[in-house]
């Protein structure tokens, strides 16, 4: 038996993007997270962690994850088949840290991400949308919620953009 036993998973067309190929949903959860989002905070190494609004936001095979509370945002999905996956395989993953919480070391501390302005300077700036988002600031404000992965941008990795690109990774590894 797990932390989270029942939940229910609505998928949506993001708002920001309406007519998009990706979906986003949202997982309603029976259990109350806010006294693991610290242990997750401990154990993930990308991730964002804000303590005052219980929020940690990383990264699951593709998919951009925000654990509240009491719901998960999952991003970057084809369907509700995957939307269902996903959902479950990020539950296994919370109830499994749950399960292992007094061999984790909680962090309490705060870990912003990259403002999009800082990641915004460093991309091509080609708004060609190969991304699959409308301009590069879409993808760099994109980047910073979780939503989208730097590999989706072809240009940066043209050789020509090398070191931007790596520029980039640095910051989502401080």
Request: charged residues 35%; aromatic residues 8%.
């Amino acid at each position: 038996m797990g932390l989270i036993q029942d939940y229910h998973v609505e998928l949506f067309e993001p708002p920001c993007l309406p007519g998009s190929p990706r979906w986003s949903s949202r997982v309603e959860i029976d259990a109350d997270l806010t006294e693991l989002l610290p242990y997750l905070n401990g154990t993930l190494k990308k991730r964002f962690y804000d303590p005052n609004s219980h929020t940690i936001v990383f990264k699951m095979d593709g998919h951009g994850v925000a654990v509240r509370p009491r719901e998960i945002r999952l991003g970057n999905l084809l369907d509700k088949e995957e939307g269902e996956k996903v959902a479950r395989e990020v539950i296994d993953f919370i109830n499994d840290i749950a399960a292992k919480k007094d061999e984790i070391t909680p962090d309490f501390t705060r870990k912003e991400p990259p403002k999009a302005i800082e990641i915004f300077k460093l991309l091509p700036k080609t708004n060609c949308r190969r991304c699959g988002q409308p301009t590069c600031m879409a993808f760099a404000a994109a980047l910073t919620k979780g939503e989208t992965d730097i590999s989706e941008c072809p240009v940066l990795f043209e050789e020509e953009y090398r070191e931007n690109r790596e520029k980039i990774e640095a910051l989502f590894m401080e």
